[in-house]
T-cell receptor, first 114, second 109 residues
Framework: KAGVTQTPRYLIKTRGQQVTLSCSPISGHRSVSWYQQTPGQGLQFLFE???????NKGNFPGRFSGRQFSNSRSEMNVSTLELGDSALYLC?????????????FGPGTRLLVL | DAKTTQPPSMDCAEGRAANLPCNHSTISGNEYVYWYRQIHSQGPQYIIHGLKNNETNEMASLIITEDRKSSTLILPHATLRDTAVYYC??????????FGQGTRLTINP
């Protein structure tokens, strides 16, 4: 089975712009979670989608949003980019059918905001 | 979710077994122990998880003490490609993963 894929892998934006990142989960996985990873803050949970519905949400401002499509692919959008949004954005998928499910991560999208 | 404590760094010779400890003394009965690793700038890789019993897969073995307050991840024959940061986490049911500082494992030739 193919693993979790994320596009693009690298992105450079300037402050004030917006960005959309894409994640394709492992085939058959219906849950997609998004994380932000920075050297200072470590791994932080953004949100989780299951069956096109946001099921969990972290403590990020409304500039961070996401959605999930009927084929379980997910996108996250960050509007009005700030310098502090520079990070590795990770997507993880799981079956999502019960609480205790192993999450498998994609390679990440490295975003640099100038 | 229970907090975990790991040594910040460890070294191991190539070909030897790498034993990575993790303390999770406040773990509750329905919490699982998970191990992930992250090679520089890549996405975290799932290694293994367990509840009470010891577990083994093609990558590693997980030894959980009887009181479940600590565990050890064992990489039986470490290679240079096993150099990474290893994260031990304890989670119940929530999908939200929280990584601590982890252990930076360096495999030396």
């Amino acid at each position: 089975k193919a693993g979790v894929t994320q596009t693009p892998r690298y992105l450079i934006k300037t402050r004030g712009q917006q960005v959309t990142l894409s994640c394709s989960p492992i085939s058959g996985h219906r849950s997609v979670s998004w994380y932000q990873q920075t050297p200072g803050q470590g791994l932080q949970f953004l949100f989780e989608y299951f069956s096109e519905t946001q099921r969990n949400k972290g403590n990020f401002p409304g500039r961070f949003s996401g959605r999930q499509f009927s084929n379980s692919r997910s996108e996250m959008n960050v509007s009005t980019l700030e310098l502090g949004d520079s990070a590795l954005y990770l997507c993880a998928s799981s079956l999502g059918q019960r609480n205790q499910e192993t999450q498998y991560f994609g390679p990440g999208t490295r975003l640099l905001v100038l | 979710d229970a907090k975990t404590t790991q040594p910040p760094s460890m070294d191991c010779a190539e070909g030897r077994a790498a034993n990575l400890p993790c303390n999770h003394s406040t773990i509750s009965g329905n919490e699982y122990v998970y191990w992930y690793r992250q090679i520089h700038s890549q996405g975290p890789q799932y290694i293994i998880h367990g509840l009470k019993n010891n577990e083994t897969n093609e990558m590693a073995s997980l030894i959980i003490t009887e009181d479940r307050k600590s565990s050890t991840l064992i990489l039986p024959h470490a290679t240079l490609r096993d150099t990474a940061v290893y994260y031990c986490i304890v989670i119940q049911g929530a999908q939200k993963l929280v990584f601590g500082q982890g252990t930076r494992l360096t495999i030396n030739p």
